[in-house]
Nanobody, 124 residues
């Protein structure tokens, strides 16, 4: 059973920073592309960022490019999302997700495993 557990969410003022972490099952993590998605109340789950199995390739949603950075530490089985210059419109529940594939994807339907989510609230 693959488990993904997010942490690091919280409440910050606009312009602030947060770093999200996603801890994955040890035997699963090293060969799988990973991604971050977010879902605001009343909205669909949107793509935020994704990374290939070895961290060599990344991609971002236009809305977060230049402010967010996705990274991974395979020996620690952990995925990260560094979020800087946060805006109120970044408020959402953030989910990490994993694929049974080494290449990243931006469509949520292509991810096989999901965490439970962590709340990020940005006030103006």
């Amino acid at each position: 059973q693959v488990q993904l557990v997010e942490s690091g969410g919280g409440s910050v003022q606009a312009g602030g920073s947060l770093r999200l972490s996603c801890a994955a099952s040890a035997r699963f993590f090293g060969n799988n592309a990973m991604g971050w998605f977010r879902q605001a109340p009343g909205k669909e789950r949107d793509f935020v960022a994704a990374i290939s199995w070895n961290g060599g390739s990344t991609t971002y949603a236009t809305s977060v490019k230049g402010r967010f950075t996705i990274s991974r530490d395979n020996p620690k089985n952990t995925l990260y999302l560094q979020m800087n210059s946060l805006k109120p419109e970044d408020t959402a529940v953030y989910y990490c997700a994993a694929r049974r594939n080494t290449n990243f994807a931006t469509r949520s339907a292509l991810y096989d495993y999901w965490g439970q989510g962590t709340q990020v609230t940005v006030s103006s």
